[in-house]
């Protein structure tokens, strides 16, 4: 049965402008904080479900969670993707567990209702049999559908809260990153046609959300990595995405650029590219020129910059990947990275992208491997819990807030974790004067 922990969430991130910014321990650690968390957060933000085009036709499906309710996400007969809560209108029985794939209905398992792919209730098994239901019988009508579901730009999210701010206004300044890594199609689209590799941690899920928008970490917990890439470059199959022909030179192309942190607790870090002529005169030089002559020379250097970027509480985009968590408990986390393709770019590029994708993230990779062992260094280190507080200062004083209440941040500033912080703040305070 769920519950609602009685704890005071109101002294866990101490910030004095400019000068620091603090998070409990108890914040990585405390189940009554997780379990807040799941309500206030989980239930009433967007969470994203799925790509269009991973609902290619009639009946394709996928499950996901927003928190931890079960929902799925499926296409209809008249071409409509609808989101529902996975649960049958009568005994409760999820009715499909896969992660994905295509039915031509959805039937429980339990007593063999069915419901149509519109989600309404098409058959209720054995009706008239003996001891079946009467004329009196109030039939739900279907399954309960999601309070909400919109798309930008093909990118599905759900709220489970009715009231929430419309998705394109939630996603504030990152929409410019997700139109930047989507421009790079020559026709403004990207495809999901692979299944993600999937991993679990043993660590709480914001330390994924701090992570993959951490440009400080990645020289320290990738050191052997920087090290290989310094030695063979691209000859491994880099594919141009890490760039530096030795430490130094991988250090100070990733110290360029800015961070941000956005009021909704997105964070992003943009890197400018290193060599736009070497894009322009390379293998894929016609594919470029003609993304810089429909964009012009200002969206051009965005398409072609690097970006990391979080949508706040669990999504994430970085190089040519979408990534989402789910949190298991307060200290394991479920990942699942989806490297997407470019529609209207040559097959070599995609081919190419996926290599450097297997690479670096991979089960044989670095970067999940180096970055789980130190999430699990950092659950192992956080029971020292006389500790109080982790720091979260970097950047502080070069921050510069902008007209919409967003942070513009140095190259290594950790204005995006801050970001998750105040957003984490703000809404479990919030939610609390309504619990």
Sequence with gaps: MSRTPEIDVGDYVREIPGQQFL??????????????????IFERTWIYVGHESEFASAGSFKTAYAGRQPIVVIRDKEGKIGAFFNRCMHR??????????????????YHGWI??????????????????????????????????????????????????????????????????????SPVGRIAIASKPYVCRYKGNWKLQTENIVDAYHFMHTHGAFVKLQAKYGDSTGDFGVHKGRSSREMREQRFRGETWSCRQGHGFARVPAADPGYLLDGEFGRMYRELLDRHGEAAFAGITAKATSTVFPSMGMIHQQIRVWRPISVDETEVLIYPYEIEGAPDAFNAGMLRSQERFYGPSG?????????????????????????????????????????????PSSEAPQRALWRAWENMMRQASKHA
């Design 115 to 184: 419901f149509d792919l519109a989600g309404r209730t098409r058959l209720v098994s054995e009706r008239g049999d003996p001891g079946g239901y009467g004329a009196n019988f109030l039939e739900p009508q279907g399954l309960l559908r999601v309070p909400r579901m919109e798309s930008y730009r093909g990118l599905l999210f759900v709220s489970l809260d009715a009231g929430i701010e419309p998705l394109a206004s939630y996603l504030g300044e990152l929409k410019a990153v997700i139109d930047a890594k989507l421009d790079l």
């Design 366 to 410: 670095f970067g999940m491997a180096d970055d789980t062992e130190i999430f699990a260094r950092v659950t192992q280190g956080l029971r020292a819990s006389s500790v109080e507080w982790l720091v979260f200062d970097r950047g502080m004083d070069s921050d510069e807030r902008t007209e919409s209440g967003d942070y513009r941040g140095l």
């Design 23 to 40: 998070v409990r321990t108890e914040a990585y650690t405390d189940e009554d904080v997780f379990e807040l968390e799941m309500k206030r």
């Design 92 to 109: 409760g029985a999820t009715l499909l567990r896969e992660p994905q794939g295509v039915v031509q209905e959805m039937r429980c398992p």
